[in-house]
């Protein structure tokens, strides 16, 4: 049966641990060092008591300020902020002091207060949560904002700040001695870049950027695909295409089985074969796929979420971002596409994880004769290349002078911006029937060669 919110339930006294709060205070009076650790560990608004509260501020505010914690310049400290009757006056300072604690302890005491106050910001959360459904009519909405409140409420304060120290250990141990043999970053497969770029990296921004029909979703999922052959979790947010689409190219590339006939039907036995064989190994439960046409960046977020339940999550695409819908309909484009990358940006950092994100550019770089993507390309906003720390152009010259038959299957991939490393360019080759990008910049022979062995 499920618990109806009465009024009795929200008028309920909430947690609360004023003892602890007690017992703290007189442990900081006793022994001032403890002062700064407490000071990093919990705050003001963490005690429920006012003049618990009150007095708090001031033993911080005197340990910062070097003067010297005891129990008359605290009572000073009060009264020459009118403080001092509001929290019980002199009698309560005195009542706190003459209490028998033990400061060696006051972790213990710590910890519950920060259990107390985490548990009335959730009371707090949920019934700001309750207010929203009533006042919304979409329930997903509702729920992704739910989650990511939670979140936030049980997240903060958990994470202990690491000193210099602790940095430079952990980021030197990544180098020299990288998880699984990977790279510092999160290898996509294609040699040239892995070499010289180093990968995607962990709470970065890759936005890979190109005009229609270049090739990016395709080259997404090859970056997905080889994430989850190496064994990492990769999230495939597909906003223009369905999750069985995406599927489809994936066994057609890696079984190097013709995409068109597959969708006509038009298989051999050899190719079914070939399909059967060539995915049989396929990493499925590394791969986490959705499909969604209309998603903002709460719903993915909450997709995030729910994945990290149960596995680290190593690689999130999004396919593509202008297909996003902006939490804001009214508001002009250039900010709806700068909140959505904004967004992206943060979650990389939150998640510690690659963010890579399909653009789409416009066409008004053609009309002026110009052929390579530039950064002045990217549609709508430029928060795009702002929030983004890697800027990545795929190019295929045959998409634009179809008639020269010497630029059959070229690509090219320009990093026009790193904030952490170099600019590049690449050369690769554009294998177009099974939708395959390779490092081999060497075209396909043509058909009617073949039978000379050339």
Known sequence: MKPKATREILDRMPPAAVDAERALLCSMLVKPAIIPDVADSINAADFYNRANAAILRHLVGMAADGTTIGLDTLQLSL??????????????????????????????HLAAITKAAKLRAVIGTATGILTDAYGNDDPVEVASNAAERLLAVTAAGTRKKPTAGDVFAQTLQSIVEPRDDERFGLA????????????????????????????????????????????????FITLEMSARELATRILSSRAGVDLQRIRTGNLTQEDRRALVDGNADLPVEFMHLVDQSRMTTAGIRWEVMRLRQKHQVDLLVVDYLTRLQPADPRAQRYLQIGAMTGDLKR?????????????????????KGETRPRLSHLRESGDIEQDADVVMFLHRPERVDRDDPDLRGKAFLYVEKNRNGPCAEFEMHFDGRIGRFTNDATPAPYPEFQQWGR
Do not use: W
């Not at 001092?84 to 213990?108: D, H, K, M, N, V």
């Not at 010289?196 to 921004?205: A, H, K, Q, T, V």
């Not at 939150?350 to 009309?367: K, M, T, W």
């Open 79 to 108: 009264r020459e902020a009118g403080e001092l009757e509001a929290i019980g006056g002199a009698a309560y300072l005195a009542e706190l002091f003459e209490a028998t604690y033990t400061p060696s302890a006051y972790r213990t």
């Open 347 to 367: 979650f990389a950092l939150e998640f510690n994880l690659p963010v890579l994100c399909l653009a789409q550019l416009g066409r008004g770089a053609e009309g």
């Open 188 to 235: 996509t497969g294609l040699q040239g870049y892995d070499n010289d770029i180093g990968g995607l990296f962990p709470n970065e921004l890759a936005v890979l950027a190109a005009r229609p029909s270049m090739g990016k979703s395709a080259l997404a999922a090859q970056i997905f695909l080889h994430s989850a052959e190496r064994g990492r979790h990769a999230l």
